[in-house]
C-alpha cells in the first residue's frame, strides 16, 4: 500500500469507527430504548410504554412548542439579523473589522454568555437598575424577564451567541461571490439595496450558507444548558425535560428520555422540511415580485434598522461578559446598586475552587483537538497524495452528521451503551467531545487546505523532497496559521461542550462548563462568574495564541501575512 | 544526459486526448521551446515530464533522462527540476533557507552547504540577500533565486513553466540571457514553455508546436 | 435494666473490637482515593469538604474527591446501575451525602454497606439511644447503615430592612402574603426545600390525630391535605409572580432575597443567615425566624454503597466527619454554621470549650430560640406532596 493508502485507511478507519458507528450505535440504542428495549435495565421490548410514559409528562405539549418556538425564532432572527447587517455593511470596510470584534463573543461558550445575560436582564439585574431611577421603582419589578414563559429570553441569549456565528460564515460565503459588480449592476437597472439583496444575492447567498444555518437551527432546538440558565422552567423545553429524566435517580426513566430523544429527532427532521420549504416559498414568491418589477427603492432607511438591532444584541452580548467580569470581583452587589460597593479577589485568590475544572477543561479541549487535528491532517494529505481532493463528499456528510442531530438523541444512547462496556470517564469525554470537535475543525481546516499554492508542493517535489518531508517542512509550516485558528476553534467548542461531559462522563468529570452551568442554579452567582470567565477567557486564549504564535514565527514574511 | 519524450501523449479524465503522440529530443545544455495557444497541453506536458499530473490524466509513451524511464516514477525520484511564472519560493523560508531547501542531501556539512549556498546566492547577483523574506525580492530576484533553487537540487533536466511572462520588458531580456546561460553552464536538457516568440528565438535550441 | 445492660454490653463490643479493627480500617484506607458523592450546589459546604480532605490526607493519607451532585438522586441511580450491570465490587461510588426518601429508597433495595456507623470511633460522643434524631432518618431506623454529620432544621430567613416577620402561625401566611403582593414565595416542591415548606405547613394545618409518622394511603393523605390545599390556594395569588413560578431551590431564592426580587427565603440550616450575611450573600437586615410550634428538622447523613471500591477509606471519612474539632468547626459560623450531631453531654470538656468559644452574630439564633423540632413525616407524605402539588398547580 502507499503511503497515502495507507494514511487514508488509518484516518478513514478513525473516523467512521470514532465518529460515524458511535452515532449511529447511539442513535440505534436510543431507538430500540424509545420502544422498550434496554436489557441492561431489564426492558425487553419492543412495547409502546416509554411513549405513554413521555405523553404524560406534565407539560411535554408545551415543552416541545417551546424547543420548537425558541428554537425556530432565535435561528430566524439570528439569520434576518446576520444577511441584513451584511447587506448594510458591505463594500463600506466595516465588514473587515468584525471578526476582530465578534472574536471574544465567538470565543465565549453558550453557558458564560446565558449566565451573563441572565444578570443582564433579570428583573433586578443590570438594565433594570439602570431605568429604576428613571422609572422610579423603588424595588425590582416582578415581571418574568428571564425563564419567561415565552422563552423570550432564551432567543435573546440564542441569539446572542449564534448571530456573531453567522456574520462570520455569512461574510466568507460573501466572498464567493462578486458582490459589487452585481450590486451596480442591479442598481444601474434602477433596484434598490434592499432588492439587489433580496433579488440578486440571496439567492445565489442561500446554498452556501444552508449549512450553517441548520447547524444553528439544530443546536437551537436542541439546546439545554442555555435553556436551564434563560429558558422556562414550568415547563421547561423539551431538551431540557429529557435531559431531567436521563439524569433521574430511577434507571426506568431512560425509557421515556430515549423515546423524548426520538421525538427530537423527529421535531428537528420537521423543522428542516420546513425551512426547506419556507426557503422555497420565499424564492417563488422573490421571482413573483420581481417579474413584476418591483424595484423597492427608498428601502434602505428600513434596511438599516437590522444593523442596529444586531448592535444592540451584540451590545447586549458584551454587557454580559462585563457582567461576569464584575460579578467575579463583586462582594456583594445588590439592588439597586450600578457598580458594587465592594470589591474583592477572594474568589480568584480560592485556585483550588475552580483550578481543577479549569485543568480538566484544559486538559480535555487540548486532548480532543489533537486528536482531531491529527485526524484531519491525515484525512487531508491522504487525498491530497491520492489525488482526490475535494472528492469526498460522503466525508463532508459525514462530519456533518453530529452537528446535525439533537445531541441529545444519540448521547443518551451512547450512555446507555456505556453501563455495559464502561470506558474510564475522562477518556470517554475527551472522545465525546472529539464527536463535536474534528467536525468544527475539519470545516475550518478544510478550505484553506485546498486554497494552498499547489505550485509549492510541485516545487518541493522536483526538488527532490518525498511527500513526509513535503509535508513537514513545507505544507504544514505554510499552513500554520490555519493550522492554529482550526485548533483555536477546535479548542472553543470543545471548551463549551455540556451534554458530551454529562452524559460520557457519569457526573464524574467536572469540566468548567458544567460547574458553571450547576452554580447558575443558584447558590453563589460570584463564584459561578469566576468560572463563567474562565470559561470564556480560555477559549479567548486559544484564539490569541493562534494569532500570535504564526504572526511571531512569521514576523518577518510578508508571504504569509507577517509584518516585514 | 539528455531528455528524450518518446511517443508522449495525454488524455484528459473524459478519453479526449490533449496533445501527442509526440516525440523530442533535448541535449544537454540545450533548451527545447514548447509554444501554442492556450489550452493546448503546453503545462500538462510538463506536469508529466516532472510527475505532477493530477490524478485522473492518462500518459501514455515513455520519458526518458540518461536512458533512464522516469515514466511512474514519483516526482521527488525524478530529478527533474521545475520553475514556474512567478518564481515560486516557499514562503516561511528565507531566500538562503529557499536555496538550501534545494540543496542535495550529497552535499554534507554544515559549513559547506552554507558555502553552497552563497555561491549560488553570489552567482545570480544576490550575494547578501540570503536573509530576506523571499516576498520582499523584487520579480527578477525571485525569478534568478528560483532558478538557483532547482539547480542546486542538481537536477538531471530542468522543465521551465513560462518562468518569464510575469516579469516586465526590460528586466526580460537579461534573466533570459542568465537562464539559458546558467543551463548550458550547468549541462543540462531543459524544456521551457511559452507564448513568447522571443523566448524560442533566445533558447536556440528545438521548438515544438502543439495546436 | 436487662435493656440497659444490652445496651451498655452492645455499646462496649464495638469500642474492644474497634481498636485493631480500626488500625486495620486505617492501613486499608491509606493511599487511596474516596469517591465522595455530595451535592455541591453550596459553596461553604463543599469548602468544608474539601478541608475535611484536607485533614483526612494529612492524618491518613486518604485522599478525598468530592463529586459535586446536582440531586442526591444521581448517585442513587449510578449505584443502582452498577447493580443492574451486575459491577458488584469495585463500583465507582465510596460515600454518599444522603437521607430521608433516598436513603429509605437504597436501603429498601439493598444498596446498602454495613452496618457501620457504630463501629466508628468517633461514634462515642453520639447519642444513639432509641427516639434520638440520629438513628432514625425520616422515620425510617438507622441501623447502624448510615453515619450522622449535621442537623438541618426548617427556619425562614427576611430582610427586616423590608418586610416584618413571618406569622408566628402558617395560617397566617395567605393574610401576611397579601399585605406584601409578589415578596413571598417558596422553592419549587421538586426541591426539597419547597417540599419542607408543604410539609411544614401540612405539620401545623393538618386535622387534629393525623399521624404523620405513618405511611400514607389515599384516603388517610386525602383527609390530611385538605386543610393545606385550601390553604394554599388563598396562599398562592398573592406570591412572586403570582404563584405560577417558583425558585428551583433555596439558593436560587436566596439569590433572589440578596437581589431584592423578594423578602423571604428558607433554610434547612439555622446559621446560614449569618454565615451568608458574613460571605456578602444576603444584606445584614436579614435575621432568621422559626415557627412558634416548632419547625421540621433532620439529620444528614452519609453512607457507604454495597459495591464500594473502598469502604474502609469511606469509612475513615465518615469518622473524620464526626471528629468533635471538625464538627466544631463545621458549626463556626464563618465556616458553615451547620449544628454539630454531637451530644454536648458526652463531649471531653475541651470539645465543650470548643464550642462554647465559637463566634456568635445578630444573625444567628441561639440553640434555644430554635424551639423543639417536628420530626419529618414518613417518606409517602413528601413523594405524595410533592405529586399532588404538581397535579394541582403545573401548568
Known sequence: MTSGGLLRAVAGTAILGGLGLPVLLGLGHGIAAAFGHFPAIGAHGPDLRPWRELLEMPGLGRAVLLALWTGMAATGLSFLLATGTLAALHGRGAARGLRRVLAPLLAAPHAAIAIGLAFVLAPSGWIARALAPLLGWARPPDIATTGDPLGLALILGLTAKELPFLLLMFSAALTRIPVGAQMAAGRALGYGRTAVWLWVLLPQFWPQIRLPVMVVLAFSVSVVDMALILGPSAPPTLPVMIARLSSDPDLQALLPASAGGVLQLVLLAGTFAAAAVLARIAGAAGRAFLRRGHRLRGTGRTLALLPAASAGIVLMAFLALAALLVWSAAFSWRWPELFPAQLTWRHWLDAGRWGWPAGASALIALASTGLALAAAVAWLESADRLGRRGRDRWLAAAIHVPLLLPQLSFLTGLSGLMIRAPLPPLAAVIWGHWLFVFPYLMIALKGPWEAADPRLECSAAALGAGSWRRLWRVKLPVLLAPLLTAAAVGFAVSVAQYLPTLFLGGGRIETLTTEAVALASGSDRRVAAVHAVLQALLPWGAFLAALAVPAILHRERRGLGGAA | MSLVLASLAVAAPGGRRLFGPLDLEVAPGETACITGPSGAGKSTLLAAAGGHMERGFRLSGRIILGGRDLSGLPAERRGI???????????????????????????????????????????????????????????GQRARAALMQTLLAEPGAVLLDEPFSALDPERRHAIRQFTFETIRRAAIPALLVSHDREDAVAAGGPVLSLS | MKSFITAAFLALIPAIASADDWDATLEAARGRTVHFHAWGGDERTNAFISWVGDRVEAAHGVTLRHVKLGDTAEAVARVLAEKAAGRGSGGSVDLIWINGPNFAAMKEQGLLYGPFAGSLPNARWLDLSPGSANVTDFTVPVEGLEAPWRLAKFVFLHDTARIGPPPAEMAGWPDWAAAHPGRITHPDPANFMGATFLKQALAELAPEGTDLSVPPTDATFAAATAPLWDWYDALRPHLWRGGTSFPASQFAQRQLLNDGEIDLSMSFDPASAAAAIRDGLLPPSVRVHVPAKGSIGNVSFVVIPFNAANPEGAKVVADALLDPEVQAHMQDIRVLGAFSVLDPGKLAPQARADFAALPSGPALPRLEDLGPVLPEPAPGWMTQLEAEWQRRYAR
Open chain 2, 81 to 139: 527540476g521545475m520553475m514556474f511564472q512567478e518564481a515560486v519560493l516557499f514562503p516561511h523560508l528565507s531566500v538562503a533557507d529557499n536555496l538550501a531547501f534545494g540543496l542535495a542531501p550529497r552535499l554534507r556539512g554544515r559549513k559547506a552547504r552554507r558555502a553552497a549556498v552563497a555561491e549560488a546566492l553570489e552567482q545570480a547577483g544576490l550575494g547578501g540577500l540570503g536573509g530576506r523574506d523571499p516576498a520582499t525580492l523584487s520579480g
